[in-house]
């Protein structure tokens, strides 16, 4: 009978249970993969090989490639910075719930953006590299008014890489990637900064940080005005 198992399964035994037969039971041993799974596996596991363009890529410089796929990165890191400072104000021991809601808004807005990128990498016949994202530097955001500070440098920081990138776009003379930028990202970018700084202007002008009224008024009636 043991023979007759090693027939069947490549002279080893399955890691996945099998449906086991009256009388038909796999002989002792060290667990191995069956010579097909065997097979398979080396096909995942082996090296990828040299990528493939698509076949509608058509004066779409690496250089510019490689950044759309840096500002990727950049969005959803920027994503992961407000869906943290979203679910810090929305603690119990935080409780400012508009604060959430208008960073929660943020995140979704990096997303759509991150996404926009990568329909236009494909749309141009580019390959999708997806990096590392970065864990926000803290955990703790602090008050609304500290939050608010760093949210307007990310936006700064996002901007920054935003104009690179059409830098790069202008000097390899791509005019689709420049309109692209122009249209769905440098004005926006533009009204986000203006906005954290209109934000802290008034935070400020209430009394925040040292005011913890300023802050709780802020939240009630300024962010939580379309509410």
Request: one cysteine or more; a neutral charge.
């Amino acid at each position: 009978m043991g023979s007759l198992w090693r027939l069947l399964t490549g002279g080893c035994r399955f890691l996945l249970v099998a449906p086991r037969l009256p009388g038909l039971l796999p002989p002792p041993g060290p667990p191995c993969y069956p010579l097909a799974a065997r097979a398979q596996l080396q096909v995942r596991r082996g090296p990828q090989g040299p990528r493939k363009w698509g076949k509608n890529r058509q004066d779409y410089p690496r250089e510019c490639e490689e950044g759309i796929n840096r500002q990727i990165n950049q969005e959803l890191t920027a994503f992961y910075v407000y869906l943290s400072m979203s679910y810090y104000f929305d603690r119990e021991d935080v409780a400012l719930r508009n604060f959430a809601k208008f960073y929660f808004e943020q995140a979704l807005e990096e997303q759509k953006h991150a996404k926009l990128l990568m329909d236009f990498q494909n749309q141009r016949g580019g390959r999708i590299i997806f990096w590392d994202i970065k864990k926000p530097s803290r955990d703790e955001w602090g008050n609304g008014l500290e939050a608010m500070e760093q949210a307007l440098d990310l936006e700064k920081t996002v901007n920054k890489s935003i104009l690179d990138l059409h830098k790069v776009a202008s000097e390899h003379n791509d005019l689709v990637l420049c309109e692209f930028l122009e249209s769905n990202y440098l004005n926006e970018q533009i009204e986000a900064i203006r906005m954290f700084g209109d934000h802290i202007t008034n935070l400020k002008r209430l009394g925040a940080p040292e005011n913890g009224m300023g802050e709780y008024l802020f939240d009630k009636h300024t962010l939580g005005e379309g509410s």
